[in-house]
């Protein structure tokens, strides 16, 4: 059972992340489609730095560089350019499939190496403890990372006035906008921040869970991590609920896949995918979304 | 404390002089350039020329965004709310505030809002989410965050619109106070009673540009009337006599229906539309009247009760309404659904799609004679351009209401709902609709006609009655204005509280 | 100036990924060789341009219907899957029932019902449930692509086993050839001004539209937005299920995984290309078809992954989103 707990948080890191990342873009009025992209090029960019340098710490960073490299890219289009943001989410997601694709052709033509992992840490005295201990205190670096993210943006969101600036445009632009809140420049913060948690997210992957990249390796976590907002209704403890629920799953599966069950094995894999569609059609998210969730702000009467 | 300014676009040499310690009024009919030139001074839009000066320096009209203006000392109450809804109170004047420092402290917040109230006597509720506020709470909240921030000019924009008459009663006494307290209040209307009673000054604007500057006591309301129409007064257009009275073609029967915010769920409805008669609703803005034009367009479903059309119940429905004979017009473009990007044809035939042959036929569209049909509507109703291909989104207000008005009105339905036809508009097509609606109703029609312009209510309405927190009360004939706000507010002996 | 921003953007798009390529040490020239021989240089390139392009064009329209009625359809590649799926179930196993001249189009129709049903699944959760169409649909995506793995891993699994790939169709289920191509590509053609037909020239179609510029003036109109979406949904996924049955009666021969090179997120680059009007997007398909034909070559020949064409896809888009779109309602 701990075990199962405890591989539950740690699957569950890279989902928290990368939601957590986008909870924050969208309490700013941004939905970002690109997440998966995002983690893609993350996922990429942490293997491919990692394996040449050796250093998982250089891999991480240029993870979010990357991401960030394309939140750019999502910002200047649909923040600033006010471009519709779902189509340029695909957009990215295509271009980050191809250039990673590319990429690994590129870089690594005889064939890849595998990326150096990162080791778990166990918190000194707290791992001891019973029950909790192990599952909590034994984890990797991310899950920890994850779990202080989540912690930094409630605090953040609620405590600080930034915090309240970021909701005020989510909910309201106009108002913001009324007050002299400078409404573009913090989508564009939120989009860059969200970014870069989604490329550390991917850099979980290929630095954590395996130690290689294969094309389109994502394979819709970023989606589901969109999933895991409106499910977790966009509060920062929903979407850590939200979160550790996906994370028991696929532990489940994981342990239900090694027991050798006669279910075959796409049905496994299909597994998530299902249960995040049955979570969605049972959990009234739409009211509570932010105010002006998705729609580009514009200053009537003054030119961009 | 001087501001001198002229502009142009929707502007045309503009000027407004504003004094230290005084109550100034804007005056001038809608479109005529009021809400537009306090924009410019909110920092809001950019005038294509002009100056503007405040505290006797000039301003760089280039770089003078909102943020400017309120480090100027401007603070603007707007018509409609700028606070965010979600917010309190409280956090509504602590998110924008760059002093407040890094951390949103909660008890300090309501501390600084408690100040405020007991300094400048305004009441404004805490700990509640602004969406859930009235209105004249929000609008008392909005001025106490322009004077938190240390607002020398207060801008309030048509802040009267919303208000009963008994909260216009406690609002006037309010910008006295302001003004004497050493700031320059500007506050626009149309509503010369107030003006009166409230402004040292009074500017007068007319299609974008100054009409004159006067000073309360040397001016009359003809006066004022003349400057701001450019002719006398006329008399609204006189009701005709009503045709005889038919047989009832609407009725409501014990309408329930859920609201949308506090005190606009309907309650117990029960009314009844003859043919050949105009019946007005009247109501304050937020006291069902959105949830009983729903519910009368079909778009609502009542939680009890029906709705007749001559004497039998009708099913839920757009269509099932239409298919009676029921007709909807709304003074707002979206509601009264016209689609602002398809073209004026398209837009005439929208509600005909599922059975008008004419025009639908086994499957297929016939563009032709849709733009033959267009083509005479446009001609039968004066709509300018004469293009049945063009978007609507691309007419005037005025003429995009004639779209919808031709629609409506043009297969001369025996039941119309009537709501806010004349929003938004200039009072020549104001006076066009009015005319259709009389018209109707003479050629035996019975018509609903819900209005949040109580004028517009009285001037056309054979009968009229009040939309009070979601139920209809009788209001009275002829009474003097002061007794039906009374009404409004639900003051009146005999109504049940909420 | 209409048809020039589209043209700016395709040979913009595949200046950009040309430098990338080169940037990254990779033969760009020769690449760009490859890609023009092998999609434009001679029968046998058109032919597989051709067979590349009807895909596109089918699942370019499904894209283009649904966006034009304000629902984000992203899941086309899920349906054009979960067509190719039902088509080779009911050609498989139907064949020794069936008389022969019914077995093409009943594989063809239950191919489009397939799709139109998987896409129902997600306009009917948006409609009762409020969920958002742009997960879901993505979601199904890789339902449907599971799906498919089971059928070949299991009951739909070729007698001899010996791989994870259905059954050939029986001849009598296959595509009769057109030339040097399938006649699933004629049928692709006319399919757009079917579209257009559809959109322009019926009842069904103004009310779409509307739904897509205005859910609120529709509503008033006595439209209902919820279900037009679902209704958009189910012909945008019946477009895209044909697409997939087609790919197995014209072109595989039979279902396996991988049979789609995401035909269906190509698909969004097309009709955003074609600014959703479904006459232009036949070019917008050409174009992309002769790209993918062409890195097929690009890969063969110069060792460029055709995974490189996405870049193109991707640039393509973001230079395309100036244009309108309709408003998508609240």
């Known amino acids: 059972m701990e075990a199962l707990l405890e591989a539950a948080l740690r699957l569950a890191a890279p989902l928290l992340l990368a939601a957590l990342g986008e909870l924050v873009v969208e309490r700013a009025g941004v939905v970002n ?68 694709g590319l990429a690994l052709r590129a870089l690594f033509e005889g064939g890849a190496p595998t990326a150096p992992g990162v080791a ?185 | 404390m001087e501001k001198r300014f002229g502009a142009r676009a929707a502007l045309e040499g503009a000027d407004l002089v504003v004094a230290a310690g005084e109550v100034h009024a804007l005056l001038g009919e809608n479109g005529a350039g009021k809400t537009t030139l306090v924009n410019v001074l909110a920092g809001l839009v950019r005038p294509d020329a002009g100056r503007l000066e405040i505290g006797g320096r000039a301003v760089d009209l280039r770089r003078f965004g909102p943020r400017a203006a309120r480090v100027a000392g401007v603070g603007m109450v707007h018509q409609h709310s700028t606070l965010v809804p979600a917010f309190t109170v409280e ?52 001025i106490l965050r322009a004077l938190d921030r240390g607002a020398r000019v207060l801008v309030l924009d048509e802040p009267t619109a919303v208000l009963t008459p008994g909260e216009v009663r406690a609002l006037l006494p309010v910008l006295r106070q302001l003004a004497a307290s050493g700031c320059g209040v500007v506050f626009i209307s149309h509503k010369l009673d107030e003006i009166r009673a409230v402004a040292d000054r009074i500017t007068v604007l007319r299609r974008g540009r100054g009409v004159g500057t006067v000073a309360t006591a040397a001016t009359d309301a003809r006066s004022l009337g003349r400057m701001m129409l450019g002719r006398e007064l006329d008399a609204l257009a006189p009701r005709r006599a009503a045709a005889a009275r038919g047989p009832v073609l609407l009725a409501l ?111 297929r569209f016939d563009a032709e004679a849709a733009a033959r049909h267009a083509r005479a509507c446009i001609e039968a109703f004066g709509i300018v351009p004469p293009d049945p291909e063009r978007a609507v989104g691309l007419l005037s207000g005025g003429n995009a209401q004639k779209v919808a008005v031709a629609r409506e009105l043009a297969e001369r339905p025996r039941v119309l709902v009537a709501v806010n036809p004349t929003r938004g508009l200039d009072v020549g097509s104001a006076r066009f609709v009015h005319e259709r609606l009389l018209a109707l109703r003479d050629a035996g029609s019975a018509i609903a006609l819900v209005s949040t312009e109580l004028d517009e209510v009285l001037a056309l309405s054979d009968r009229a009655v009040a939309l009070v927190r979601g139920r209809l009360v009788p209001l009275p004939d002829g009474a003097d204005r002061d007794a039906i706000g009374a009404v409004l507010l639900g003051e009146a002996p005999g109504v049940a509280a909420a | 100036m209409s048809a020039l921003r589209p043209l700016a953007a395709a040979a913009a798009a595949l200046v950009v990924a040309a430098v990338a390529i080169a940037a990254l040490g990779l033969p760009a020239g020769a690449a760009l060789r490859a890609l023009a021989a092998g999609s434009l240089g001679g029968p046998a390139a058109w032919t ?76 009917g959760l948006r409609a009762a449930r409020g969920v958002s169409e742009v997960i879901s649909t993505i979601l199904l995506n890789f339902v449907a692509i599971q799906a498919v793995a089971w059928a070949v891993q299991g009951p739909l699994q070729e007698a001899s086993g010996a791989y994870p790939q259905s059954d050939a169709l029986p001849a009598a289920a296959r595509l009769p050839a057109l030339g040097r191509v399938h006649a699933g590509v004629l049928l692709a053609l006319l399919a757009a001004p079917g579209a257009a037909w559809l959109l322009f020239r019926t009842p069904l179609g103004l009310r779409l539209r509307a739904v897509g510029h205005s859910p609120v003036a529709a509503r008033f109109a006595g439209i209902s937005p919820e279900r037009h979406g679902v209704t958009a949904l189910a012909l945008a996924g019946a477009l895209a299920g044909a697409a997939g049955a087609f790919e197995v009666a014209g072109v595989t021969g039979r279902l396996y995984q991988g049979l789609s090179p995401g035909y269906g997120y190509t698909a969004i680059a097309v009709a955003l290309l074609a600014r959703l009007h479904p006459l232009a997007v036949v070019p917008s398909a050409l174009f992309f078809g002769a790209l993918e034909a062409g890195a097929a070559a690009m890969q063969r020949e110069a060792g460029i992954p055709s995974v490189a064409t996405e870049v193109v896809q991707g640039i393509v888009i973001l230079f395309s989103v100036g244009f309108a779109l309709p408003r998508r309602g609240a």
């Not at chain 1, 609620?158 to 007050?179: I, K, M, P, S, Y």
């Not at chain 1, 994370?247 to 599966?253: C, E, F, I, K, T």
């Open chain 1, 33 to 100: 489609i690109g997440v998966e992209g995002m983690m893609l090029a993350g996922a990429f960019a942490a293997f491919a730095v990692a394996a040449a340098t050796g250093s998982p710490a250089l891999g991480v960073g240029a993870a979010a560089a990357a991401a960030v490299a394309l939140g750019a890219v999502f910002a200047a289009a649909a923040v600033l350019g006010r471009a519709d943001q779902i189509v340029v989410g695909t957009a990215l997601n295509l271009l980050a499939l191809g250039a990673t």
């Open chain 1, 120 to 304: 778990d840490v166990a918190l000194p005295g707290l791992a001891a403890l019973p029950g909790v201990g192990p599952v909590l205190f034994r984890q990797s670096p991310f899950a920890y990372a994850a779990l202080a993210l989540c912690a930094g943006v409630a605090l953040a969101l609620a405590r600080t006035r930034a915090g309240l600036v970021l909701r005020a445009v989510g909910e309201a632009a106009r108002a913001a906008d009324a007050e002299g809140v400078r409404v573009a420049a913090v989508r564009v913060a939120a989009v860059l921040f969200g970014a870069a948690a989604a490329g550390v997210a991917g850099s979980v992957l290929t630095l954590s869970q395996t130690h290689v990249f294969t094309e389109g390796m994502t394979a819709g976590r970023g989606f589901i991590a969109l999933a895991v907002v409106v499910f977790g209704r966009w509060r920062p403890l929903g979407v850590l609920g939200a979160a550790l629920f996906f994370g028991l799953a696929s532990a489940l599966q994981f342990r239900l896949q090694a027991r050798g069950s006669d279910v075959p094995y796409p049905v496994f894999l299909m597994f998530p995918y299902a249960v995040t569609l049955a979570v969605l059609a049972f959990a009234a998210g739409r009211a509570q979304a932010p105010g002006d969730l998705g729609r580009p702000y514009a200053r009537e009467g003054k030119a961009g």
């Open chain 2, 91 to 142: 956090e509504n004047l602590a998110f924008a505030d760059p002093a407040a420092g890094r951390w949103f402290r909660p008890r300090a917040a309501r501390a600084r809002v408690e100040a405020l109230r007991a300094r400048y006597g305004l009441d404004a509720p805490l700990g509640v989410r602004a969406e859930s506020l009235s209105v004249g709470q929000r609008q008392r909240a909005e």
């Open chain 2, 253 to 363: 029967r014990g309408l329930c229906a859920p609201g949308l915010r506090e005190g606009s769920a309907l309650r117990d409805l029960e009314l009844e539309v003859r043919a050949g008669e105009i019946v007005g609703v009247a109501g304050i803005d937020g006291n069902g009247q959105r949830e009983l034009e729903e519910v009368l367009a079909g778009v609502r479903r009542p939680s009890a009760g029906s709705v007749e059309v001559a004497g039998a119940p009708v099913p839920l429905g757009a269509r099932a309404l239409r298919a009676r004979g029921v007709a909807h017009l709304s003074g707002d473009r979206e509601r009264a659904g016209l689609v602002a990007a398809m073209s004026v044809a398209e837009n005439l035939l929208l509600k005909a799609t599922w059975d008008d042959r004419r025009f639908f036929r086994r499957g």
């Open chain 3, 48 to 123: 597989a341009t051709l067979l590349k392009t009807a895909p596109l064009l089918l699942t370019g329209l499904a894209v283009a219907l649904a966006f034009r009625c304000g629902v984000w359809n992203i899941g086309a590649e899920g349906q054009l899957l979960a067509g190719a799926l039902a088509a080779t179930a009911l050609a498989t196993r139907l064949a020794p029932g069936a008389p022969a001249p019914l077995l093409l189009p009943l594989a063809a129709l239950g191919g489009a019902a397939a799709g139109a049903a998987l896409a129902a699944v997600a306009g």
